[in-house]
């Protein structure tokens, strides 16, 4: 895997999210960490869509989030909205968590099918759903 980016969004000093973009062939993997919550939900949107815009079929987008310490429903909402946007261009957005709230979470919310949820990288990279 090759890393693109590393950052932690200077422009947004205060919004405590931090991320590191690689590329895997035509897959893009995003590592993010910090807590998401209203008060940084638009760093958040552009995050993912500026990241997911990289990705090209058949790649996934791969968001590993197993470093955020807290998601609130407006991380989910951006999500969702992204894997739409994705699945019009062929690619399939793919969510990294050991979190078992963030599992419960896209389950109460009927997001399973928008959201699938995989314990690695690897595992989200290998699937062939």
Not at 8 to 36: K, M, Q, W, Y
Request: net charge neutral; aromatic share 6%.
């Amino acid at each position: 895997m090759r890393t693109l980016a590393t950052e932690t969004f200077p422009a947004f000093c205060n919004s405590g999210l931090r991320s590191v973009t690689e590329l895997n062939g035509s897959a893009v993997v995003i590592h993010v960490g910090g807590d998401v919550d209203a008060s940084n939900d638009t760093v958040w949107q552009r995050m993912v869509s500026r990241t997911a815009s990289i990705a090209s079929a058949p790649g996934p987008f791969v968001v590993d989030a197993r470093a955020i310490d807290f998601m609130g429903s407006c991380a989910y909402v951006a999500l969702a909205n992204e894997a739409v946007r994705c699945g019009r261009r062929g690619v399939e957005l793919r969510l990294v968590s050991s979190q078992p709230v963030v599992a419960r979470t896209i389950a109460a919310c009927g997001l399973g099918r928008l959201l699938p949820l995989y314990a690695s990288v690897e595992t989200a990279l290998l699937s062939e759903r």
